[in-house]
């Protein structure tokens, strides 16, 4: 399997992080190769684009979670994209993982304790979970922008935002979530996809029937 050297090296020069954040990554790189060989965390194809096809992807959301500080809740935290990019990048932040896979558990807890972050990992459905009070809420290729909006309405702080990055079909999703719900959202091109948008939802409420 490919080392993503030129990966590695682009994502190191575009986020300019520091030695100890590239040696927690380096870690996680080495445990997510590691283990997907045992457990289906990524696919085989994109093991050698690690760093461009996950971390940067995942690291980019952190800029545009802007002034939203404190609490950071991840849904569907899977192989740990972006919550566990995000917890490297800023481990002094609360980083709620959440996940319901056991042997997804499994990783994210060995892979954080090596790379010597504190995360909380839940280990239950979405629905399922207390109230988080999350000032930031993330979910990567997990659901429908509506069925998103729905996990998320109990488990937002006020004032809290949503960041949910999509694919092509960013635009499609939104028209539909929009039957259901009030949004007000930006939405934000990729940077490490050209086809891709990501879902900044600043205001959600249901519609009135």
Not at 78 to 92: K, S
Not at 93 to 113: G, H, I, N, P, Y
Request: overall charge positive.
């Amino acid at each position: 399997m490919s080392n993503d050297n030129a990966g590695r090296s682009q994502f190191l020069s575009r986020f300019d992080v520091s030695r100890e954040t590239c040696a927690r990554l380096d870690i996680y790189h080495a445990e997510l190769v590691r283990w997907t060989e045992r457990i289906n965390l990524i696919s085989r194809a994109s093991v050698a684009e690690i760093w461009r096809r996950h971390f940067a992807d995942s690291a980019q959301l952190l800029a545009l979670a802007g002034t939203a500080q404190g609490h950071w809740a991840d849904f569907g935290a899977g192989a740990g994209f972006p919550g566990l990019v995000i917890a490297a990048l800023d481990p002094t932040r609360q980083m709620t993982l959440v996940e319901s896979d056991q042997r997804k558990c499994a990783f994210l807890l060995t892979t954080a304790q090596k790379m010597g972050l504190s995360v909380n990992v839940v280990s239950k459905r979405i629905e399922q979970c207390p109230p988080l009070q999350a000032q930031v809420i993330s979910a990567r290729a997990l659901a429908a922008l509506d069925q998103l909006l729905a996990y998320a309405e109990r488990h937002l702080a006020k004032g809290g935002i949503c960041l949910f990055p999509k694919g092509i079909q960013a635009e499609s999703e939104l028209t539909a979530a929009r039957k259901a719900w009030h949004i007000v959202c930006d939405l934000v091109p990729s940077q490490s996809d050209p086809n891709a948008t990501i879902l900044k939802i600043r205001e959600f409420a249901r519609v009135s029937a």
